[in-house]
Every structure is written in C-alpha cells, then in structure tokens.
C-alpha cells in the first residue's frame, strides 16, 4: 500500500508492520485512538518511528477502509 508499511507473513503472522520494525499498524493505531499526540508515541512508546511512519498507518487504515465493500441488508 505504501513504502513504509510492510506485510511480510514471517513477521506477526502477517500483520501490517512499519517497514523495518516489528511494530504493527494495528499498536500504533490503539495508541492515536487512545488520544496520545504522534509526538508522545514516538516518545513514550517507540522512538524508532518517525511522524511519517505514524501518518503512514494512518494513510494505510484509509486505504483499506475505502477499499472494503460494504452490504447494508435491506
């Protein structure tokens, strides 16, 4: 989906992670939903990343939410 994210099945079975790392979208999303600025998870949780890794998971949730189809049963 972009260069910053990376599936890769031998790490976290396959969960989207930041390239290079085994940090999944997934943690770095529970973090920004729990209301931490990007600042504090860089610092407090995992000071390997960058702002734009973070705006990458961001970008990453985007792009497979509008990719999902949705049926609404009528």
């Given at each position: ?7 890769d ?5 396959g969960?989207p992670?930041i ?6 979208v997934?943690?770095?999303?529970e ?5 931490l600025?990007?600042k504090?998870i860089i610092?407090d949780?995992y ?7 973070i ?5 990453y ?6 990719a999902?189809?949705v049926?609404i049963?009528?």
């Amino acid at each position: 989906m972009n260069n910053r994210i990376t599936i890769d099945s031998e790490i976290h079975f396959g969960k989207p992670c930041i390239t290079g790392t085994r940090i999944t979208v997934k943690d770095v999303l529970e973090l920004v939903s729990e209301g931490l600025s990007f600042k504090e998870i860089i610092k407090d949780y995992y000071p390997d990343l960058t702002l734009d890794d973070i705006r990458a998971c961001l970008q990453y949730a985007i792009e497979v939410v509008s990719a999902e189809e949705v049926h609404i049963a009528g």
